[in-house]
């Protein structure tokens, strides 16, 4: 059974004097008159530790009364005989007041520093959940549920990192959290656009029965915050200045937050800044050569196509087309590293068979080399499961690697393999050619990097091997933008492996089973 409140404050206080008093009854024969006095002197202090300052002097006075009456010759009576016995009782009589005094002060003072304990743990802790919220309304929610736990009434709230809008309409990225009334949505954009609060105390409209908050930044206010008072509670300056300080860590935080989003729309723009500034630097180097092969075919079939033999025209129109599909095989992946790059892709996904997708690598490869694809050796396993992923992107994947085996290991058997394992779908070109050297497998996926420029000792590093090297770096971007990865992995004896790994994910169940056709 659980005693009401104001029993539950009382009760010590009553047990205490009751106790107090049975005992002066008993030991009244007994001891003098003076030892008397600190037992009520004891009781008197002892109950001012549950009971308020005016009470504990009341109650000592009426204490004091009662032990002239009762214990204080002439007993039964109110009159004293001579100055001594008034003396102590007023001595008596001050010193449960003073006691009472500083007991009262020193309570007042442990509930300011358990009071301030609260406030400053409640700092931290909005501070710390603000740190590591990523988005606006889970920020605005957490503050909103540490100003409801100061005052009864919910807090709405207007906030926002952008600019502050020329009339009072929300914009993007900007939000209302609660339900304020005309008037009190007005006063929230008045408070945000001049950065100061109103409301009792604050030197404005302290009229009003709420306080306007505002969300302070270091170098702007970034909303405003809404706290009603109820009409029985007087304004409390320092409950104002915790509720200003929570605001504050909000307008902090949301301060921080778009500058973390600004620095990193600087960083994207920066890197794609790079990326295009690669490209062109890539475009100018690595396509002159294809063009000045295709400029001077072309010019001798214009030109001197009348007086040469078939077999040179022949020769001249295979230079011309192989100098073609290279151009627009570079052209192709730097185009998907440059998109691949970019923030915010979102690729077109659909439930693929994978060996779908090798049968559209394998029609390309043998399109552009149908005599080096004889060499391409397939082991798929079977019962493989559909895989969630833009084909097309996957299918050049598997072309590029397939062409960098074929012109890298000029001799010996290509192997594509493609198995399940481990809940995800292993794709690996494995060649047995001369490998990757120790010095260019660290960088061997950078873009616009390619093995002749890495190892430039080898003999074989011929300006054959045409190229502007983002073939490696477009795969490794296609594999993460799968949520998949590509690496490369020296074989034991001799050659080459790139692996990529993709995860697989269940397919989702068809919402009515086929029934069968007769």
């Not at 006075?61 to 039964?76: H, K």
């Not at 600004?262 to 960083?267: D, G, L, N, P, Q």
């Not at 062109?280 to 072309?298: E, K, Q, V």
């Not at 192997?415 to 061997?444: K, Q, S, T, Y």
């Amino acid at each position: 059974m659980t005693l009401p409140p104001l029993l539950q404050r009382c009760l010590p206080p009553a047990l205490i004097w009751a106790a107090c008093w049975g005992l002066m009854l008993r030991v009244d024969a007994h001891v003098e008159l003076a030892n008397l006095v600190l037992l009520l002197v004891l009781a008197a202090t002892l109950s001012t530790l549950w009971l308020p300052l005016l009470a504990s002097m009341v109650l000592s006075l009426l204490a004091v009364l009662a032990f002239n009456w009762r214990f204080v010759s002439p007993e039964r009576s109110m009159e004293l005989q001579g100055w001594s016995h008034l003396w102590l009782l007023a001595t008596m009589l001050a010193l449960s007041w003073l006691v009472a005094v500083l007991l009262s002060r020193l309570r007042r003072e442990a509930d300011a520093a358990r009071r301030h304990a609260e406030q400053a743990d409640q700092l931290r802790a909005l501070g710390q959940a603000l740190r590591d919220s990523q988005s606006p309304v889970e920020a605005a929610a957490l503050l909103q549920g540490q100003l409801d736990a100061l005052l009864p009434t919910p807090a709405p709230l207007l906030l926002g990192a952008g600019p502050l809008p020329r009339e009072n309409r929300l914009t993007e990225g900007q939000l209302l959290i609660g339900d304020p009334d005309a008037d009190q949505l007005a006063g929230l954009w008045a408070c945000w656009r001049q950065g100061v609060p109103f409301g009792p105390g604050t030197g404005r409209h302290q009229e009003l029965r709420a306080w306007y908050l505002p969300l302070r930044g270091r170098l702007a206010s970034h909303g405003a915050a809404l706290l009603i008072l109820p009409d029985a509670l007087h304004p409390d300056p320092e409950l104002r200045a915790h509720a200003q300080s929570l605001c504050d860590q909000m307008g902090l935080a949301l301060e921080r937050q778009a500058a973390e989003q600004a620095a990193r729309r600087a960083h994207d723009e920066a890197e794609g800044q790079a990326t295009r500034n690669a490209l062109l630097a890539a475009i100018s180097h690595d396509y002159r050569t294809p063009l000045a092969t295709i400029m001077g075919a072309a010019s001798s079939l214009l030109d001197q196509g009348e007086r040469q033999t078939p077999a040179q025209r022949q020769k001249l129109l295979a230079t011309v087309l192989d100098e073609t599909r290279q151009l627009s095989r570079m052209t192709d992946n730097t185009l998907q590293l440059a998109r691949l790059e970019s923030a915010g892709l979102q690729l077109r996904m659909d439930w693929e068979a994978p060996e779908e997708v090798v049968g559209a690598a394998l029609r390309r490869v043998r399109q552009r080399q149908a005599q080096a694809a004889q060499r391409v050796r397939l082991r798929v396993a079977s019962a493989l499961p559909l895989l969630q992923c833009d084909a097309v992107l996957l299918a050049q994947l598997l072309d590029n690697l397939l062409d960098n085996a074929l012109r890298y290991a000029p001799e010996g058997p290509i192997e594509l393999l493609v198995r399940h394992e481990a809940g995800e779908l292993l794709m690996a070109v494995r060649d047995r050619g001369p490998g990757v050297p120790p010095a260019a497998r660290a960088r061997i996926f950078e873009p616009f990097q390619r093995v002749e420029e890495l190892d430039r000792e080898r003999p074989d590093a011929a300006g054959s091997r045409r190229g502007a090297g983002v073939g490696l770096a477009a795969c490794r971007a296609i594999a993460a933008a799968h949520g998949g990865s590509l690496r490369l992995r020296a074989r034991s004896h001799g050659g080459s492996s790139f692996e990529c790994r993709l995860p697989v994910q269940a397919p989702p169940a068809l919402d009515t089973p086929m029934e069968d056709t007769p």
